[in-house]
């Protein structure tokens, strides 16, 4: 059973910081791409940030969090991770981490695994 655990939200204000942590029970995590995924209250759920699986580990960003947020993995942990700097109000959401074997490219479709989530609310 594939487990997808996110954990590090929480309240921060305008400007400040977090980062965002996602435990995954894969055998082989190596192989597989992962991604951050939000949803704001009311909004559909968006792609934030994704990670290849493969050597070299690609990463890919939505515009609106460009430059402010990136994307790691720790292959020895079974973790990914979202470092996510000069937070704005507009980034309050739920954000999910999600898992696609071998998924080389992000954002993409059908994503198999997904976490339950972790709240992020940014406070002005």
């Known amino acids: 059973q594939v487990q997808l655990v996110e954990s590090g939200g929480g309240l921060v204000q305008v400007g400040g910081s977090l980062r965002l942590s996602c435990a995954a029970s894969?055998?082989?995590?190596?192989?597989?791409?992962m991604g951050w995924f939000r949803q704001a209250p009311g909004k559909e759920r968006e792609f934030v940030a994704g990670?290849?699986?493969?050597?070299?580990?690609?990463?890919y960003y939505a515009d609106s969090v460009k430059g402010r947020f990136s994307i790691s993995r720790d292959n020895a942990k079974n973790t990914v991770y979202l470092q996510m700097n000069s937070l704005k109000p507009e980034d309050t959401a739920v954000y999910y981490c999600?898992?696609?074997?071998?998924?080389?490219?992000?954002?993409?479709?059908?994503?198999?695994?997904w976490g339950k989530g972790t709240l992020v609310t940014v406070s002005s």
């Open positions: 999600a898992a696609d074997r071998l998924a080389s490219t992000w954002p993409r479709e059908n994503v198999p695994y």
């Open positions: 990670m290849s699986w493969s050597v070299g580990n690609s990463t």
């Open positions: 894969l055998r082989t995590f190596s192989l597989y791409g």
